[in-house]
């Protein structure tokens, strides 16, 4: 049973910051792909972040003020989120697959590509 439990959602003002966690068991986060969702009300699942290999992908709203790290010995991911705005309210989800997805081009166009998931941590940033 593959459990991925994610933590540190908040309520910040507008400019704010937060780090979201992300602990995945036993999944090895060195060996998987692994990427950061978000999902607003009313709205469809959109990817954020994700890295494999030391590498990291972002999208193009978060690009500059968040950062995506890990770390192997610990099977933790992080998401530093820096300069908040209202329009990062969501639910944020920590997602886990094979690291090729990573590699494939473009991993976090693709949620359905994650095989593991969370159960996700509310971001609220008021302006």
């Known amino acids: 049973q593959v459990t991925l439990v994610e933590s540190g959602g908040g309520s910040v003002q507008a400019g704010g910051f937060l780090r979201l966690s992300c602990t995945t068991g036993?999944?090895?986060?060195?060996?998987?792909?692994m990427g950061w969702f978000r999902q607003a009300p009313g709205k469809e699942r959109e990817g954020v972040a994700a890295?494999?290999?030391?590498?990291?992908y972002y999208a193009d709203s978060v690009k500059g003020r968040f950062t995506l790290s890990q770390d192997n010995a610990k099977n933790m991911v992080y998401l530093q989120m820096n300069s908040l705005k209202p329009e990062d309210t969501a639910m944020y989800y920590c997602?886990?697959?094979?690291?090729?997805?990573?590699?494939?081009?473009?991993?976090?166009?693709?949620?359905?590509?994650?095989?593991?998931w969370g159960q996700g941590t509310q971001v609220t940033v008021s302006s």
């Open positions: 997602a886990a697959t094979a690291g090729y997805v990573c590699l494939s081009g473009s991993p976090i166009a693709s949620p359905e590509r994650f095989r593991y």
């Open positions: 890295i494999y290999g030391g590498s990291a």
């Open positions: 036993q999944v090895p986060v060195s060996g998987n792909c």
